[in-house]
């Protein structure tokens, strides 16, 4: 994980500097004075976000055994095994994500009843998401 650690401090880095010439250069470019806020803002969340990522891995790093990656003297061997598990393809996403489209579509639109209708059928496609792999095939 150390090296996860150093990449995303690395970034932490780079959106630090990158922050503050980015406020100076849209407020050289600008007219009406002040640098653009939309982007400061997003360019100042995102160096907050990889300096939190930082921290989690550094901490998490120096409690964890050295995986194989991460030792100098490691054989190639060392790194087989079950690596987890990946599920197969589902459909239950794609309809889990129409159901959501729906839902978004119909609130802009003010058709509360397509709301229901489809709040009703994405939760459906949720749970059929969530409990895949309790019948079937893939059954645990």
Do not use: N, Q
Request: net charge negative; with cysteine.
């Amino acid at each position: 994980m150390k090296a996860e650690a150093w990449i995303f401090a690395s970034c932490t880095i780079f959106f630090l500097l990158v922050t503050p010439a980015y406020w100076l250069v849209t407020d050289a470019s600008s007219h009406t004075g002040g640098g653009d806020w939309t982007g400061t803002s997003a360019l100042t969340m995102t160096a907050l976000l990889t300096l939190m990522v930082t921290i989690f891995l550094g901490f998490h790093a120096k409690k964890m055994d050295p995986r194989p990656e991460d030792r100098a003297t490691a054989e190639i061997a060392d790194g087989a095994g079950e690596l987890g598990f990946f599920p197969p393809y589902s459909w239950w996403p794609l309809w889990c994500a129409m159901g959501l489209s729906a839902v978004v579509f119909a609130v802009a639109m003010s058709a509360w009843w397509m709301v229901i209708i489809a709040g009703a059928l994405g939760a459906v496609a949720l749970a059929g998401w969530i409990y895949e792999y309790y019948r079937g095939e893939y059954a645990h």
